[in-house]
């Protein structure tokens, strides 16, 4: 009778943890952390600790899971699982089902949301997998006009990589592509009218965005093009990792955890099939023999590597006698350009996460950067 009673108790649990496929879209609310509390990857207190939300930071409110969960994303794009209780977490607005959503897509891996149909244009931020937006029109072969859920407008990448649509765009596309190629990444084209990213194709008599041909192009431009589209897609597979959990030495035949070195080695691996040495070391002089590298992270390109010395502590003086080439190197992280960098670092920070560069350790720390490609 005991045992009986304590496997329907469970299965009540379970079903209570396990929320129902929703039926409707959510307008997402917000909240504010109260108390130091775990961030994790699924709602369960058996589950990975990402990191510790802080007193004053605020989220937005994904959903409500359960009566003990909520799901939420932070200022930096991930997205876990928090306590609702009061103690730690002050709900200021509830996430609301709208029961007419006009979202007709579903974004299926992390890709930039720019401002215009271009590699080149200005990124409003990165969409995250699992996603809901609306494409309110085909551009061309190559991205589509979108609308996130806050109502934000952009542009997206229309590759079947980073977009499945789940419903009909209104009006079809607004313009066609004269060249042969599809999109299949993040970044722009090369060749012949094949593209590999989000950007124009340069090739011969190919599309440029907008349907237009621009002839033939020169073997310079293309080869940097496809730099630059390499680039990106190490990018895209490294922003798939966000949230990944950190593991000093983590294992190199698996993705459950990372450490610095590894993180960077998988993103290449994934994106390019290129394996890059295991350690950050190592990688540093792989760069140094493979491209030219510069001490100024101002002139980095985005998908460069970044090498860093071990941290000291926040003051740049703790730093300034460090030379470049000859200080150990004891962190990597990718550069996204802007002033950001795709990195993990600790167990605390909540593993694979972007960091802002400029005024911190991160500046002060930095010993020389460049490509891997």
Known sequence: MRRSLMIAVAASMLATAIPAAASAAVKEGSAQIVSSVSFRTAPSTLSEVMRYLKTGEKVAVLEKTNSYWYKVRDTSGQVGYVSSQSAYLKLITAPTETADSAANAVIVASVNFRKAPSASADQIRYLQKSEQVTVTSQVNSYWYAVTDSKGVSGYVSASSSYIKLTGSVAGGGSSSSTGSGTATGNGTATGNGTTTGNGSTTGNGSTTGNGSSTGSSSSGSSSSTDLSAKAEAVIAAG???????????????????????????????????????????????????????????????????????????????????????????????????????????????????????????????????????
Not at 255 to 263: I, L, W
């Open 239 to 373: 922003m798939a990792y966000l949230g990944t959990p950190y593991e000093y030495g983590s294992d190199r035949n698996t993705t459950a955890t990372f450490d610095c070195s590894d993180f960077v080695r998988q993103a290449f691996k994934d994106a390019l099939g290129i394996t890059l040495p295991s350690d950050s070391a190592s990688q540093g002089a792989y760069v140094r023999e493979h491209s030219a590298v510069t001490t100024d992270w101002k002139q980095l390109k985005r998908g460069d590597l970044m090498f860093f010395m071990d941290y000291k502590g926040t003051s740049a003086s703790l730093y300034a006698n460090k030379s470049p080439f000859k200080t150990k190197i004891g962190h990597v992280g990718i550069y996204l350009g802007d002033g950001k960098i795709l990195q993990t670092y600790s167990k605390e920070s909540g593993g694979v996460r972007i960091d802002t560069i400029a005024g911190r350790h991160w500046e002060y720390r930095f010993l020389y950067g460049g490509s891997a490609l």
